[in-house]
Nanobody, 121 residues
Framework: VQLQASGGGLVQVGGSLRLSCAAS????????MGWFRQAPGKEREFVAT????????YYADSVKGRFAISRDNAKNTVYLQMNSLKPEDTAAYYC???????????????WGQGTQVTVSS
């Protein structure tokens, strides 16, 4: 599976962005999909994950209620809708595909390139 993330940019505090992650391969629908982020000088941290069917989601406490993960298996795409953005959301955001729905980056098998999100105050 190859993943291509897009949709990052510069946004003001309180604004919104929607990230997309397009996947190649015919088995996309069988993978758990996750979003992670990494700020300069910090470790990569979990943001959200969604089961292969889309029926189960899990979020980091820091984004719960503000971010929403979704997927369209017909389009081989997973999304991250980010609302009420804060300066601390500034980071490179990565999508990932794996087998087990987990918050641990090492458990994901495939990664997209990062897309930068910068929230200005």
């Amino acid at each position: 599976v190859q993943l291509q993330a897009s949709g990052g940019g510069l946004v003001q505090v309180g604004g919104s962005l929607r990230l997309s992650c397009a996947a190649s391969g015919r088995t996309f629908s069988s993978y758990v999909m996750g979003w992670f982020r990494q700020a300069p000088g910090k470790e990569r941290e979990f943001v959200a994950t969604m089961s292969w069917s889309g029926g189960s989601t899990y979020y980091a406490d820091s984004v719960k209620g503000r971010f929403a993960i979704s997927r369209d298996n017909a389009k081989n795409t997973v999304y991250l809708q980010m609302n009420s953005l804060k300066p601390e959301d500034t980071a490179a955001y990565y999508c990932a595909a794996g087998v087990v729905p987990t918050t641990k980056p090492k458990s994901y098998d495939y990664w997209g390139q990062g897309t930068q999100v910068t929230v200005s105050s």
